[in-house]
């Protein structure tokens, strides 16, 4: 069956309707320049349920005035090929305008959650998110939508969102994909130079040295101390052991699941990383 591309909201009722009513519908939004970690999401999309929407839009709301928002990757064709190649039933690309009224009051908000770690240095960024995916559910309406584990922050909250809002969407989380050196699958991994790519393998480093260890305080300390060898040319952001349910720092004491967390400019590219580990 060939993927059938909606820009708007009537040509996204069309796309659905023509589906049929039969069988759930998974959502696996991006913001494009789909690679190998994309491929494996819709993979497991098509696991979940009988037909696949991705969405491919670059949402304005969740970038700063000093991030990348102009010069993201953009890579509409290939991206089709790549949803036609795996199976997509329906790609919903829509215009800034068609998503974003200019008159529009309302948004949602991450809350406290959305504050710490990553959106203490992303002000906004989680707002942002929060509301697109919303947005996106509401005009989708998936049964189920499918997320990786790489944006371990925005996964919690988007859990936190559907929680404390009674999205009916089941959140479904896809593993991390890694180059096999280590390096987390990325859209932005392609404006790192050569001597950049060598940099950023710091953080995956940084996560497996940490992950041989049971303590926090050992965790924290094994892994920063492979993040200080690679200063300056890593300029680290954060790092940190956190509950991956609320991403508040876990105490000397905690068993049980915590997410080893990193964010890292390297040239003048914002890398992030994380491992789920269990400490018993
Ligand atoms: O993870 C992303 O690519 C984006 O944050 C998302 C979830 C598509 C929202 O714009």
Same mark, same amino acid.
């Given at each position: +069956?060939?993927?059938?591309? *909606? ?7 069309? *796309? ?14 991006? +913001? ?57 039933? #329906? @790609? ?24 710490? @770690? ?13 509301? @697109? ?36 969407? =089941? #959140? ?22 050569? =001597? ?12 497996? =040295? ?11 300390? *094994? ?21 991956? *349910?609320?991403?508040?720092? @876990? ?23 994380? +491992? ?5």
């Amino acid at each position: +069956m060939d993927v059938v591309v *909606a820009h708007d909201r009537a040509g996204l009722q069309e *796309a659905r309707t023509a589906l049929g009513g039969a069988g759930r519908l998974a959502l696996v939004p991006t +913001m494009g320049a789909l690679h190998e970690g994309h491929r494996s999401l819709i993979r497991l999309a098509r696991e979940r349920a009988d037909h696949v929407a991705v969405s491919i839009f670059v949402n304005p709301l969740q970038f700063s005035p000093n991030e990348d928002f102009s010069r993201y990757p953009r890579t509409f064709d290939a991206d089709l090929e790549v949803c036609a190649a795996e199976g997509v039933g #329906i @790609v919903f690309a829509p215009s800034d305008e068609v998503m974003y009224r200019p008159d529009r009051q309302v948004s949602v908000s991450a809350g406290e959650m959305g504050a710490i @770690v990553e959106g203490a240095f992303r002000p906004g960024h989680f707002d942002g998110v929060l509301t @697109v995916v919303l947005k996106l559910f509401n005009l989708v309406r998936p049964d189920v939508a499918v997320f990786g584990q790489k944006d371990a922050q925005q996964l919690a909250l988007i859990r936190r969102m559907v929680l404390d809002l009674d999205v009916p969407v =089941e #959140i479904v989380a896809g593993p991390t994909v890694r180059e096999p050196d280590g390096l987390a699958l990325s859209s932005r991994n392609r404006y790192l130079s050569a =001597e950049d790519r060598v940099v950023a393998l710091a953080l995956s480093r940084a996560l497996r =040295e940490g992950a041989r260890h049971r303590a926090p305080a050992d965790i924290r300390r *094994a892994a920063r101390e492979v993040l200080d060898a690679a200063a300056p040319a890593l300029a680290l952001d954060y790092l940190v052991l956190a509950d991956p *349910a609320t991403f508040a720092e @876990v105490g000397d004491d905690h068993v049980g699941e915590a997410v080893l967390a990193v964010a890292a400019r390297v040239g003048s590219t914002r890398l992030i990383d994380n +491992m789920v580990l269990t400490l018993t």
